[in-house]
C-alpha cells in the first residue's frame, strides 16, 4: 500500500497485520468479519451518505470512538519507519489507533488516516470488529482542540494486498475525509493476511466541548 500526500509517494505497509492470535488457535472460526457487497461504494468514491460540513482547524486527534463497534480508543502519532513503511502502534498496545501524523488532521481538510491492529497475540484488538461498519454509521474522533469531529461512514470496502487501490484510498479531497484501516480478506497462516478492510467517511459535524 502507498499514501500520497506533499508530491510524494510514501510506503504504508501492512505491518497492522499481526494474526499470531489465529496461528495459535486455528484461523477457521475464527477470522475477523469482511464488510459486506452491500457496504461497497454505490457510484464510485465520491458517494456519500450526508451532506458535508466545513473543514475544522487543524488539530491533533486524542481518541477515536466507534459506537456501533464498541471502539473507544486513545490515538497515538505514526510517522514512517526507516524503510518507509508507516509505524505502527506496538503489538502489545492492540486497543490503540494510530492517526499518520504527516498527513491531514482529522476534521481538517484532506484525508486523514488512521490505523491499528486487528488482533495481537492475545486476541482481537481495536479494529478486529470494523468489517461490520455500515454505511451511514458513525465515527468520533475527539481533538486536542476539545471538539469532537462526527464523520459519517461512506463505504466499507476491502481489498487484496497485491490489488489495493493506493489513489482511492489516500488521494487529496477538497472535504474533511477520513480512512480508518485495517486487516482482513482472508487469512493464511503462512502468509498473514491477504488483504486490508478500508473505512471511508466525511465530516458531517463539530461537536463542542461541554
Known amino acids: 500500500m502507498n499514501v500520497e500526500g506533499k508530491g510524494k509517494v510514501w510506503l504504508l505497509a501492512g505491518a497492522v497485520c499481526v494474526g499470531v492470535w489465529l496461528v495459535q488457535n486455528g484461523s477457521q472460526n475464527i477470522t475477523p468479519p469482511i464488510p459486506s457487497a452491500a457496504q461497497a461504494f454505490a457510484a464510485g468514491p465520491r458517494f456519500h451518505t450526508d451532506a458535508a460540513a466545513d473543514p475544522m482547524p487543524v488539530s491533533s ?53 488512521v490505523a491499528g491492529h486487528v488482533d495481537n497475540a492475545r486476541g482481537p484488538a481495536v479494529f478486529y470488529s470494523l468489517g461490520t461498519l455500515e454505511k451511514g454509521q458513525r465515527i468520533e474522533v475527539v481533538r486536542a482542540d476539545g471538539r469532537t469531529a462526527v464523520f459519517t461512514t461512506d463505504a466499507v470496502e476491502v481489498y487484496d494486498n497485491e490489488d489495493f487501490p493506493d489513489r482511492k484510498v489516500y488521494g487529496e479531497s477538497d472535504r474533511a475525509e477520513l480512512r480508518v484501516i485495517t486487516c482482513g480478506g482472508g487469512f493464511s497462516e503462512r502468509t498473514g493476511y491477504r488483504g486490508n478492510v478500508v473505512v471511508y467517511a466525511h465530516l458531517i459535524g463539530v461537536r463542542q466541548p461541554a
Open 61 to 113: 486527534p486524542v481518541r477515536l470512538r466507534i459506537p456501533e463497534i464498541d471502539v473507544d480508543a486513545p490515538v497515538t502519532r505514526l510517522g514512517l519507519a526507516k524503510d518507509g513503511s508507516l509505524d505502527v502502534p506496538p503489538p502489545e498496545d492492540g486497543d490503540v489507533a494510530g492517526w499518520y501524523r504527516h498527513g491531514a488532521t482529522p476534521g481538517a481538510r484532506g484525508t486523514a488516516v
